[in-house]
């Protein structure tokens, strides 16, 4: 069975950080890619970042670039989204999303008319509240 476990949400001040974790299991981590995902409080859940394991590609949605990275930790089939510069705008429920890619850049997983990341990943965790206060 597909398992994502978000954690390490929480409430910062603007211009603090967070890291969030997603730990995975049931499935071959290296044929993955993982998404990181938010929705806030009547808006549409958005892509924010991706990564695909096993060649290592990444993405991400302009609102991250620069201030948010992600990484995997193969061995213990996690990955982190490193938050820094938080935003009010920022805050909102991370969810992470498993898609498999067999090796395949991450680029396979954006919409080619926006650019933007496909929502329509196979497995998804729970989801973990991000609030930035001002």
């Known amino acids: 069975e597909v398992q994502l476990v978000e954690s390490g949400g929480g409430s910062v001040q603007a211009g603090g950080s967070l890291r969030l974790s997603c730990a995975t299991s049931?499935?071959?981590?290296?044929?993955?890619?993982i998404g990181w995902f938010r929705q806030a409080p009547g808006k549409e859940r958005e892509g924010v970042s991706c990564?695909?394991?096993?060649?290592?590609?990444?993405w991400y949605a302009d609102s991250a670039r620069g201030r948010f990275t992600i990484s995997s930790d193969n061995a213990k089939n996690t990955v982190y989204l490193k938050m820094n510069s938080l935003k009010p705008e920022d805050t909102a429920v991370y969810y992470c999303?498993?898609?498999?890619?067999?090796?395949?850049?991450?680029?396979?997983?954006?919409?080619?008319?926006?650019?933007?990341?496909?929502?329509?990943?196979?497995?998804w965790g729970q989801g973990t509240q991000v609030t930035v206060s001002s």
């Open positions: 999303a498993a898609d498999p890619t067999f090796g395949a850049d991450v680029l396979l997983l954006l919409r080619p008319d926006t650019g933007e990341l496909k929502d329509d990943f196979g497995s």
């Open positions: 049931g499935f071959t981590f290296d044929d993955y890619a």
């Open positions: 990564i695909s394991i096993s060649d290592g590609s990444t």
